[in-house]
């Protein structure tokens, strides 16, 4: 089964760079699985000093030229240097395209890193690939590299997107339990999952839970579930949250008051929407 998991990434990588030769009006018979003879594309401009000149602003077509110049120089760059490159990409939205670029990197005999294994998860999460997320967490730890919060924080987030909340759940527990500590962000994406879902005393249990482990909230867990309380008509358990979050020195953003004043609004609330209004001007919000 892995063995052909495997195959169908490297086809994928193949047909991936083999599209982008076309559309660059380069002889199909160019790409190899093993080299990228794409040296014309350089300009002759060396791949580091591309590197060191920034990716911020790089795209795709710009990216994957860059990668074969890479993938073609000898000595072969390190994953280090891949890695930035393929982040950068990551950074565009192309998941898909990173699997099969890392795929291609394995190919080549470049061993991974345990930066570059995180990418790859969450890349793989991002496109609801949780079974090849979980095989490629179980490979990294089997070479003895130790996931970071960061990394379970993308399986976290992937079986959410996929509306898997329970296991999700179940996964953090999972985390606290090997001793690690799950930090906002986590818990955070439980709560806007559950509150997307409709299952908003679930993310008050959340809430609680989080605070009994001494996880601060901030704005984004407090937004999360005003919104949700409002539009479940609990103005009772709304007005308490709010209470809380100001106790706590966290204040009201645009986002706040923007679902006060929705709410407000289709209740035919008009005078409170207004001075909700009117105190998010006064916040300069």
């Known amino acids: 089964m892995r063995r052909s998991i495997l195959i169908v990434i490297a086809l994928t990588a193949k047909g991936f760079l083999h599209?982008?030769?076309?559309?660059?009006?380069?002889?199909?018979?160019?790409?190899?699985?093993s080299v990228c003879n794409f040296r014309d594309f350089s300009g002759g401009i060396d791949y580091r000093e591309r590197l060191r000149s920034g990716l911020h602003s790089i795209k795709l077509n710009?990216?994957?030229?860059?990668?074969?110049?890479?993938?073609?120089?000898?000595?072969?760059?390190?994953?280090?240097?891949?890695?930035?490159?393929?982040?950068?990409?990551?950074?565009?939205?192309?998941?898909?395209?990173?699997?099969?670029?890392f795929r291609h990197i394995e190919i080549l005999g470049i061993s991974y890193d345990l930066y570059s294994f995180s990418?790859?998860?969450?890349?793989?999460?991002?496109?609801?690939?949780?079974?090849?997320?979980?095989?490629c967490l179980g490979k990294m730890m089997k070479l003895g590299f130790d996931p970071s919060i960061v990394t379970f924080g993308s399986l976290v987030n992937g079986f959410c997107h996929v509306n898997r909340i329970q296991e999700a759940m179940s996964l953090v527990d999972q985390?606290?339990?090997?001793?690690?500590?799950?930090?906002?962000?986590?818990?955070?994406?439980?709560?806007?999952?559950?509150?997307?879902?409709?299952?908003?005393?679930?993310?008050?249990?959340?809430?609680?839970?989080?605070?009994?482990?001494?996880?601060?909230?901030?704005?984004v867990t407090y937004n999360s579930l005003i919104t949700r309380l409002f539009h479940s008509g609990k103005w009772g358990v709304t007005a308490r949250i709010l209470s809380d979050m100001m106790r706590m020195g966290i204040n009201p953003d645009v986002i706040t008051f923007s679902a006060m004043i929705d709410v407000y609004g289709k209740e035919g609330q008009l005078l409170e929407a207004k001075k909700q209004f009117n105190e998010m001007i006064q916040s300069d919000l």
């Open 19 to 33: 599209r982008h030769l076309l559309e660059k009006g380069n002889p199909v018979t160019a790409l190899s699985l």
């Open 119 to 135: 990418t790859l998860i969450d890349c793989f999460c991002r496109c609801s690939r949780l079974s090849l997320a979980l095989s």
């Open 175 to 219: 985390i606290v339990g090997l001793g690690y500590e799950p930090n906002v962000v986590i818990y955070n994406t439980i709560i806007v999952s559950l509150c997307e879902n409709r299952q908003v005393d679930t993310a008050l249990d959340v809430l609680k839970h989080m605070e009994k482990m001494g996880i601060r909230p901030d704005v």
């Open 62 to 101: 710009d990216a994957l030229t860059l990668f074969c110049d890479m993938a073609e120089s000898r000595p072969l760059p390190s994953i280090v240097d891949f890695s930035r490159l393929l982040i950068a990409i990551a950074k565009l939205k192309k998941y898909e395209a990173v699997i099969s670029l």
